[in-house]
């Protein structure tokens, strides 16, 4: 009786079994499998006629009311600030500084909401450290350390915050389970039973959830589909900048950016983003472009180092932009500008490692190539943005309007984008020197 409430997951991949194996079928991995007991379901009869189907009209239509997060960058990447009884999983790598933003957060909307701040992660004098770092005058912010979940929602009940944060589910277990906290199955219960609580509630929830760049952890990743807003902190040991980045909203656009950098006194946004990924300077290998991420339009600056190469395959790297992209503008201008690459190692990087995902920067990377190759700098205040075709024809790029704003404000003198509209050519005409163009050649003769 009791194997038809039993359901089988590996702890590596999450896929869910109604057998045991020694091996995981869907990733292989060996002893990763553990059964997790599913509570049994109320029954059919009991829950008959307890709801009907409407239509649309008979909804209410309801504005979402929001709160502010505090920090301006958090709250466009929420889609405009904190859902009531919306659930949010804030991931990240260890130590990129989860705790410190939510920290930083809960102390400023505690100036005029409930809070509760759960550690499980964390002592209650840690925390308190790290709070008089971080510089914070609210004296009402509530700090829960616990790891138990049963305490954790009897406190959540008994306070009833407007926004209650878990610091990290990796750390918290049901005690009814017997797997480990941090495991699928631990951060799978642990969750459903806290989004329940929140939305029967109204409290806005915000899970952190540590994620390793190669997917190690799990668990976090498993929970994708069941919260409302999936954000991710990333950045990097080096670099003090961090960004957040939203993966899916159900509340606003995905792919907006939030830009900070991380302080001895915690972590200070940066509104004018567009000036730490670029260096004004004109040197050989280096072009302008400006990309969209979300609803931002943001400056970045491509790098290329191109060499004689030593080995019987030329190396080809890049950070921050796809190697098959790489590889793919390399084939057009050996193609279509007629330059032999097949001898030089070719290298490419962003402006601080940003990861650009908007294919109208393949321009930029095709000008810094040939700059680089030739020895010789790109025109002096200039900015490059087209998406390059195979038959080396440059493509329409997204929301090209805002991009040519941003060249407008940062100062920029000269644009090279694909064919415009008279419109919006008109509109910038006395602003920016725009050069429209077709094809790679002519981005190349006039570069
Ligand atoms: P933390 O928020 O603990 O990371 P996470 O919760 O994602 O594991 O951040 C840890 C790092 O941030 C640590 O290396 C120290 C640094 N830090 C600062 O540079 N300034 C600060 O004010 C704070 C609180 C942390
Ligand atoms: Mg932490």
Redesign the pocket.
């Known amino acids: 009786m009791s194997s038809k409430l039993s359901t089988f997951i590996c702890q590596n991949c999450g896929s869910e079994t109604s057998q045991y194996f020694g091996r995981c079928l869907n990733c292989n991995s060996w002893n990763s499998i553990v059964e997790e007991i599913k509570s049994k379901r109320s029954n059919y009869q009991e829950i008959k006629n307890s709801k009907k189907s409407i239509s649309f009209n008979e909804i209410s239509s309801k504005k979402i009311s929001r709160f502010t997060s505090g920090f301006m960058e958090f709250d466009r990447v929420l889609g405009g600030g904190i859902v009531p009884g919306s659930v949010v999983l804030l991931g990240?790598?260890?130590?990129?500084?989860?705790?410190?933003?939510v920290l930083q957060s809960a102390g400023k909307i505690s100036l005029n909401e409930k809070v509760l701040y759960i550690t499980a992660e964390e002592s209650l004098e840690q925390v308190k450290i790290?709070w008089e770092?971080?510089n914070q005058n609210s004296i009402d912010l509530k700090i829960f350390a616990e790891t138990n979940l049963s305490l954790i929602i009897e406190e959540i009940k008994r306070l009833n915050p407007n926004f209650a944060i878990i610091?990290?589910i990796q750390a918290i277990h049901n005690h009814e389970m017997q797997s480990a906290p941090g495991s699928v199955s631990q951060v799978r219960a642990c969750s459903s039973e806290l989004q329940n609580l929140a939305k029967e509630n109204n409290i806005a929830l915000l899970i952190?959830g540590?994620v390793t760049k190669d997917g190690a952890l799990a668990g976090p990743k498993t929970l994708e589909h069941l919260v409302d807003t999936v954000i991710n902190?990333e950045g990097d040991n080096i670099s003090s900048h961090r960004l957040l980045r939203s993966i899916k909203n159900r509340f606003g656009s995905t792919f907006e950016i939030g830009i900070f950098e991380?302080?001895?006194?915690?972590l200070r946004e940066i509104k004018n983003p567009s000036s730490i990924f670029t260096n004004k300077e004109n040197i050989s290998g280096v072009t302008t472009t400006i990309t969209n991420e979300g609803t931002r339009p943001l400056a970045v600056d491509i790098q290329a180092l191109v060499n004689k190469t030593f080995y019987s395959n030329p190396r080809r790297t890049t950070t921050g932009i796809s190697i098959n992209r790489l590889h793919q503008i390399l084939a057009v201008i050996e193609k279509h500008v007629g330059i032999k690459l097949s001898e030089f190692d070719c290298y490419i990087a962003t402006g601080g490692g940003f990861e650009i995902n908007d294919p109208s920067s393949d321009l930029g990377v095709a000008i810094s190539i040939l700059s680089s190759l030739k020895n010789i700098p790109p025109l002096t205040s200039c900015t490059f943005i087209g998406e390059l075709g195979l038959s080396g024809q440059v493509r329409k790029s997204n929301n090209l309007r805002t991009k040519i704003e941003e060249a407008v404000r940062l100062g920029i003198k000269n644009i090279v984008v694909p064919k415009l509209e008279e419109e919006l050519n008109n509109n910038f005409q006395n602003l920016i020197n725009i050069k429209e163009i077709s094809n790679i050649k002519e981005a190349v003769d006039y570069s």
């Open positions: 990240g790598e260890p130590g990129i500084g989860k705790s410190t933003i790290r770092r971080l610091d990290s952190i540590h902190f991380m302080l001895d006194e915690g």
